[in-house]
């Protein structure tokens, strides 16, 4: 607390953001005086519960245990210290990350605290997790809504060049707020891109996921451009995916615990076991690598997203592209995500499937050497990945390893939120696995 008081002092803050995320990755906060930070951190901010019970335009949602069934309270935050950073975008304002208590109790179905109690969880067993997740978005001109670039052209530097200014500005401002960029190029899609950062232990990768899609769409406002993290916002375009790579390690954090050299394939038993529990796991935890009615519109054959449980050494058919290189350097790129994820709960579920697999041993079904898209290529019994939010719920209901560890208030609420967006799609015309409508360009581009 002193430091922080010594920052805001020494660079003449003004304001503090009390922020959180809501079901969707979006981020809700409220500005504070700075003056009054130290108050509003020990005592608490009062805050609107029912966000966790709206959708991504903040309609209010039935049913989903957070709005009238308790009189639309407040619930109470209370910030991460070590989450503080002043924004360098931003005059003279900083923001801290924030969890919401209600009548002096954690809401256990937030998907920070969700993701910190997963993380405590595998920490009891003797592990810690390294991960990052590695988004593609879409840049547009804010005035048009025209893609900045118009063609294909992967990786031309080119391309690159048409929004420099925007780039330069992530590349100096991002590493001030905690995200270690390592690596930016243009996609396949028009106008698209993808920046990967270093990764961290913890419920930091979380965090530090949520602060890179908030500032990513902050920084673009400032040239004139609008950046989506929407999953699939051009039908017949490619996909915006967040790829979510993560190693275990000890708890300590000092030694990687994936690899084995006295291993024929280099995978310790241990990693076999946590990537055999995701497969296992495979069509509860797409719901949350996928969880928008748009989002499961990725999985589409030959369009590098996977259609099935399906594991490889260094294959991008498979939900599972698993890289061998020593003791630090392998790790599983679950292939997944879209953007449109909840990064949270993305660190959640996952740690949820793979310590299951870890706990009872689960065996590992044999890679696929081929394309996982070619059912001669793909091990018998291979499950499918969900295609439809209807299917998607039910097995996420039907999985009980999963649905317990999220409790029955997650359990509601999400699954509210997930039936309501099913009836808005249901009373469009047209709208299907092969389309993208307009409502759904409305609900979910400008803020997701």
């Known amino acids: ?12 803050i003004e304001i503090v953001r009390f922020e959180q995320t809501d079901m969707f990755g979006i981020s809700r906060s409220k500005m504070i005086a700075a003056r009054h930070f130290k108050s509003k951190a020990e ?16 309609n209010v949602v039935k049913g989903s245990g957070y709005n009238e069934e308790k ?18 975008w ?11 208590t209600f009548e002096g109790k954690e809401v256990t179905a937030h998907p920070r605290t969700l993701a910190r109690k997963q993380v405590e969880e595998l920490k009891k067993l003797g592990y810690s997790l390294l991960s990052s997740h590695e988004y593609e978005f879409y840049v547009v001109d804010a005035a048009t809504m025209k893609p900045v670039t118009d063609d294909y052209n992967i990786r031309s530097t080119t391309r690159m060049y048409e929004c420099a200014p925007f780039i330069h500005q992530l590349v100096r401002d991002l590493p001030k707020v905690g995200i270690d960029l390592e690596c930016l190029e243009n996609e396949y899609g028009p106008g698209q891109h993808e920046i990967t950062y270093k990764p961290s232990f913890g419920i930091k990768a979380a965090d530090d996921a949520f602060t890179y899609r908030c500032s990513i769409k902050e920084i673009a406002k400032q040239h004139g451009l609008m950046a989506s993290f929407m999953s699939k916002p051009y039908w017949g375009k490619s996909g915006s995916s967040c790829h979510y790579n993560h190693s275990l390690w000890d708890v300590a954090c000092k030694k990687g615990v994936s690899y084995d050299a006295n291993s024929s394939d280099g995978l310790s038993d241990v990693m076999k076991h946590w990537l055999a529990g995701l497969i296992h796991h495979t069509p509860a935890l797409s719901l949350f690598m996928g969880p928008t009615t748009n989002c499961r519109k990725r999985y589409t054959p030959y369009t590098f997203a996977p259609i099935n449980s399906t594991w490889g050494f260094d294959n991008r058919s498979c939900a599972f592209r698993v890289k061998v290189n020593g003791e630090s350097g392998t790790y599983i790129e679950n292939r997944m995500g879209g953007a449109g994820s909840n990064p949270y709960l993305v660190l959640a579920a996952t740690i949820v499937a793979g310590m299951d697999g870890v706990k009872n ?9 081929g394309s996982a898209y070619v059912k001669d290529d793909v091990p018998a019994s291979t499950q499918e990945i969900p295609i439809t939010m209807e299917t998607a719920i039910e097995a996420f209901l039907n999985d009980e390893v999963i649905r317990n560890a999220f409790g029955e208030e997650f359990t509601k609420c999400f699954v509210a939120i997930k039936e309501h967006e099913i009836r808005l799609a249901n009373q469009q015309a047209g709208v299907g696995i092969e389309n993208v409508h307009k409502w759904e360009f409305q609900q979910y581009f400008k803020y997701m």
């Open 43 to 58: 005592k608490g901010l009062n805050f609107y519960l029912g966000h966790l019970g709206m959708d991504s335009l903040a």
């Open 1 to 12: 607390m002193e430091d922080i008081l010594k920052e805001i002092e020494d660079k003449q």
């Open 361 to 369: 041993k689960l065996p590992l079904p044999n890679d696929v050497a």
């Open 71 to 88: 009189g639309y309270p407040d619930a109470v935050m209370f910030p991460g210290l070590d989450t503080f950073r002043v924004i360098p």
């Open 90 to 100: 931003w005059d003279n304002t900083a923001r801290v990350l924030t969890e919401p």
